[in-house]
């Protein structure tokens, strides 16, 4: 095909992609699936996609309108996978000065592998377990990038539902990411007046819409964060602080405060204690009013670097069970990888989901599976008032979630109650 033909298919492509499946006849959507497939078919092509500047900016604006426009179940299930594949391929070494583009292409190309009619295809293949990854890494896809693209694709979907009683409020992605850029620059002008080495700033909270919102915000922006367990004992916070030399940790209330402060003669580095809900008389506590007025201040001298995807991100921490705890330290790769690797094992999941989550946020399965996974799927996440039995069940009736993430336990008293 000459580039010609190619520019008039993409140009075509584009302006019916974006009237979206609702003004296009069935026989339409069946063409432009096929023009879809079509643009991959042949190596030729291919290349052209790349090397070609209006090639390329055309391909942008197609990838990242699919996903509005209702199409994206529709064309994947007929394009090629080998097709794409060997696109995919040409993506991670393509290099010059079409390079930022080449890098935003891919970024869509990942927010769309991720549909249900997609994995099903590809989830037996090994080659695709590689390839996302080298994608992942030769485009820097870090999660600020995929929570930014939720963001614009779900806009007004509700991401959080927050139980209260026989109510709930929701929290959409807008809402959502204008709490995490709030927290995210609260957290930048604090981290600027402390010297700071490896990491930032720790977590010792209970589930919440504010340690969730909280957690984002790092994992967004290059905060590097370390979660203890809201459970530990006063030994096991002090021994977490010394080993990490955090200079600043954000606590749920006044219950893990006293906690703080029966070991704060030990843990010289700890300089600032954040309370979420409760009071101090302690100036080295401030209240999170306070917190929040410090947005904005400084971040032009921010500290933070720019996020790259084999850096940090967080170290989470064992219970101490079998002696002192273990840190566990998460790059951006073992994220977002792992979101791509659980959608592969678990295609039938979507953003038509809705996660009830119990686990805890200092929890591997609480944060990454429910948490990110949400994130991930564009799945809602539905914050359990607490964990008893008869809460539980009076939560999933009123939420109606498609998913629940369990111990054994809590499955045997359902099914007995």
Same mark, same amino acid.
């Given at each position: 095909?000459?580039?010609?033909?190619?520019?008039?298919?993409?140009?075509?492509?584009?302006?019916?992609?974006?009237?979206?499946?609702?003004?296009?006849?069935?026989?339409?959507?069946?063409?432009?699936?096929?023009?879809?497939?079509?643009?991959?078919?042949?190596?030729?092509?291919?290349?052209?996609?790349?090397?070609?500047?209006?090639?390329?900016?055309?391909?942008?604006?197609?990838?990242?309108?699919?996903?509005?426009?209702?199409?994206?179940?529709?064309?994947?299930?007929?394009?090629?996978?080998?097709?794409?594949?060997?696109?995919?391929?040409?993506?991670?070494?393509?290099?010059?000065?079409?390079? =930022?583009?080449? @890098?935003? /292409?891919?970024?869509?190309? +990942?927010? *769309?592998?991720?549909? &249900?009619?997609?994995? #099903?295809?590809?989830?037996?293949?090994?080659?695709?377990?590689?390839?996302?990854?080298?994608?992942?890494?030769?485009?820097?896809?870090?999660?600020?990038?995929?929570?930014?693209?939720?963001?614009?694709?779900?806009?007004?979907?509700?991401?959080?539902?927050?139980?209260?009683?026989?109510?709930?409020?929701?929290?959409?992605?807008?809402?959502?990411?204008?709490?995490?850029?709030?927290?995210?620059?609260?957290?930048?002008?604090?981290?600027?007046?402390?010297?700071?080495?490896?990491?930032?700033?720790?977590? =010792?909270?209970? @589930?919440? /819409?504010?340690?969730?919102? +909280?957690? *984002?915000?790092?994992? &967004?922006?290059?905060? #590097?964060?370390?979660?203890?367990?809201?459970?530990?004992?006063?030994?096991?916070?002090?021994?977490?602080?010394?080993?990490?030399?955090?200079?600043?940790?954000?606590?749920?209330?006044?219950?893990?405060?006293?906690?703080?402060?029966?070991?704060?003669?030990?843990?010289?580095?700890?300089?600032?204690?954040?309370?979420?809900?409760?009071?101090?008389?302690?100036?080295?506590?401030?209240?999170?009013?306070?917190?929040?007025?410090?947005?904005?201040?400084?971040?032009?001298?921010?500290?933070?670097?720019?996020?790259?995807?084999?850096?940090?991100?967080?170290?989470?921490?064992?219970?101490?069970?079998?002696?002192?705890?273990?840190?566990?330290?998460?790059?951006?790769?073992?994220?977002?990888?792992?979101?791509?690797?659980?959608?592969?094992?678990?295609?039938?999941?979507?953003?038509?989901?809705?996660?009830?989550?119990?686990?805890?946020?200092?929890?591997?399965?609480?944060?990454?599976?429910?948490?990110?996974?949400?994130?991930?799927?564009?799945?809602?996440?539905?914050?359990?008032?607490?964990?008893?039995?008869?809460?539980?069940?009076?939560?999933?009736?009123?939420?109606?979630?498609?998913?629940?993430?369990?111990?054994?336990?809590?499955?045997?008293?359902?099914?007995?109650?």
């Amino acid at each position: 095909m000459s580039n010609s033909k190619l520019l008039e298919q993409l140009s075509g492509l584009r302006q019916s992609i974006l009237k979206g499946k609702a003004a296009l006849e069935t026989e339409e959507v069946e063409e432009l699936s096929n023009d879809f497939s079509g643009v991959f078919e042949n190596t030729v092509n291919r290349k052209k996609l790349l090397t070609e500047e209006e090639n390329s900016e055309l391909l942008l604006a197609i990838l990242k309108a699919i996903p509005s426009s209702q199409l994206a179940d529709k064309l994947l299930e007929d394009l090629d996978a080998e097709s794409l594949y060997q696109f995919c391929k040409l993506l991670i070494t393509a290099s010059g000065k079409n390079e =930022l583009v080449i @890098n935003e /292409i891919t970024h869509e190309l +990942l927010n *769309l592998i991720r549909n &249900t009619n997609w994995l #099903k295809k590809i989830s037996a293949d090994e080659k695709w377990h590689t390839i996302i990854h080298d994608l992942i890494k030769s485009s820097n896809y870090t999660f600020g990038r995929l929570f930014k693209q939720r963001v614009r694709d779900y806009s007004e979907k509700p991401l959080f539902k927050v139980i209260q009683g026989s109510r709930f409020e929701e929290y959409s992605w807008n809402r959502v990411n204008k709490i995490v850029e709030q927290y995210s620059s609260s957290l930048k002008s604090l981290i600027n007046d402390y010297k700071t080495d490896e990491t930032h700033v720790a977590f =010792l909270m209970e @589930n919440s /819409i504010e340690m969730a919102s +909280l957690d *984002l915000a790092c994992l &967004t922006s290059g905060i #590097k964060n370390v979660m203890i367990p809201a459970n530990s004992v006063p030994a096991h916070i002090s021994f977490i602080l010394n080993q990490t030399k955090v200079p600043i940790i954000i606590a749920s209330d006044e219950k893990q405060l006293a906690r703080i402060k029966s070991v704060k003669n030990e843990v010289p580095h700890l300089k600032l204690v954040v309370l979420v809900k409760g009071k101090s008389i302690e100036n080295w506590v401030i209240p999170f009013e306070k917190f929040l007025s410090r947005t904005g201040k400084n971040e032009a001298e921010s500290k933070i670097e720019p996020v790259n995807i084999d850096d940090l991100t967080t170290i989470m921490y064992t219970s101490g069970t079998t002696g002192d705890p273990k840190g566990i330290m998460f790059s951006q790769m073992n994220i977002v990888y792992k979101r791509f690797c659980r959608a592969l094992a678990l295609p039938k999941i979507s953003d038509k989901d809705r996660c009830l989550a119990f686990l805890p946020l200092f929890h591997t399965f609480g944060r990454f599976l429910e948490l990110t996974g949400s994130v991930f799927w564009g799945a809602e996440y539905c914050f359990m008032e607490n964990p008893s039995v008869e809460t539980m069940i009076a939560n999933m009736n009123l939420v109606k979630p498609t998913i629940f993430i369990s111990i054994p336990k809590k499955w045997l008293q359902i099914f007995e109650a």
